[in-house]
């Protein structure tokens, strides 16, 4: 009974404390076998709970410690291994054996550097691309809650804007600054309206095409356009695309318009087609036509002297 109570009253105590890279690792019983004969040197008294206050100076409230566990995606099957081979051996020779707490402080802050010095070693997170999506790449080891933090950005990215003119073509791209992994699902939507609330929005194609394309804008095309990215049935990123498409007959008048505007800017701000040599616009006939103009005027000449002639 009494076992029970002092194994109960050291659970309370650890779990009690902030989560660390100790605890996501090394289970609760090996913990209590590792602190069974920790001995306070001043009393000369076993207690377990000394040694679980130890354990939280060491591990969870050492700043260095926490800073090197925060490893890339992937990395904490590793993490787990450093810390298991540096404290499973000091459990196995501590357990059902008395040893002060002295002896525990050299071995486990020996074993807290250790683990530093390889974990610091281990990749680190790329990164994380703004504004939006989950970025698994990103994402970063905490050994306070066991888990990877991600890098915080809304799924959602902000709608942007594109406007074509009728009869002309259009494409909307599903691209993200990040690495995606190779099993993803693109799902293409389409709403009505200039909207971001996903009920509005009606599935238009399903597949891996990153690209959307309309060959031949129509007004009914105006719209709210989505593309959201699935990896393993898990949303990653959604991007929006509001698009307008204009009449045929006002993107013409639009052009009149500005050519209107820029005839009444003040003189020297409207942009004049260079001018042209006086020779360049002169063009040389073709030589059959050359020749019967020589030709011609040849005839002409002769005429005027026989009249000269007959008249003197």
Request: charged share 15%.
């Given at each position: ?236 990123v959604r991007i929006y695309y509001h698009l307008t498409v204009y009449p045929s007959e006002v993107v013409g ?15 020297g701000q409207f942009h004049l087609l260079p001018s042209m040599p006086l020779f360049s616009l002169l063009r ?25 002639y007959w008249w003197c």
């Amino acid at each position: 009974m009494a076992g029970f109570v002092v194994r109960l009253i050291s659970l309370m105590s650890f779990f009690g404390v902030v989560l660390s890279c100790y605890q996501c690792f090394i289970d609760t019983d090996e913990s209590i076998n590792l602190c069974w004969g920790h001995t306070v040197s001043e009393y000369n008294i076993r207690n377990i709970d000394s040694c679980f206050k130890t354990l939280d100076r060491i591990f969870n409230n050492n700043p260095r410690v926490i800073e090197a566990a925060k490893v890339g995606r992937g990395h904490d099957s590793v993490l787990k291994e450093i810390l298991r081979a540096e404290i499973m051996p000091i459990v196995e020779e501590f357990h059902q054996h008395m040893h002060n707490d002295t002896v525990y402080e050299v071995r486990l802050q020996a074993a807290a550097e250790t683990f530093i010095v390889m974990a610091s070693g281990l990749p680190r997170a790329s990164g994380c691309f703004p504004p939006c999506g989950f970025q698994s790449l990103g994402t970063v080891y905490n050994c306070m809650t066991c888990q990877y933090d991600s890098c915080e950005f809304p799924l959602d990215c902000p709608l942007q804007e594109i406007t074509v003119a009728e009869n002309n073509r259009t494409q909307m791209w599903c691209h993200v600054p990040f690495v995606l992994p190779s099993d993803i699902q693109i799902v293409w939507r389409y709403a009505e309206a200039e909207t971001m609330l996903m009920d509005q929005f009606k599935e238009v194609t399903v597949g891996m095409d990153k690209l959307f394309s309309i060959p031949s804008a129509r007004l009914e095309h105006t719209g709210t356009y989505q593309c959201e990215i699935f990896s393993q049935e898990r949303s990653l990123v959604r991007i929006y695309y509001h698009l307008t498409v204009y009449p045929s007959e006002v993107v013409g008048q639009a052009k009149l318009q500005d050519l209107f505007n820029k005839a009444l800017l003040p003189a020297g701000q409207f942009h004049l087609l260079p001018s042209m040599p006086l020779f360049s616009l002169l063009r040389l006939p073709i030589p059959a036509l050359l020749t019967i103009c020589l030709t011609s005027l040849l005839t002409l000449l002769f005429l005027a002297l026989w009249v000269l002639y007959w008249w003197c």
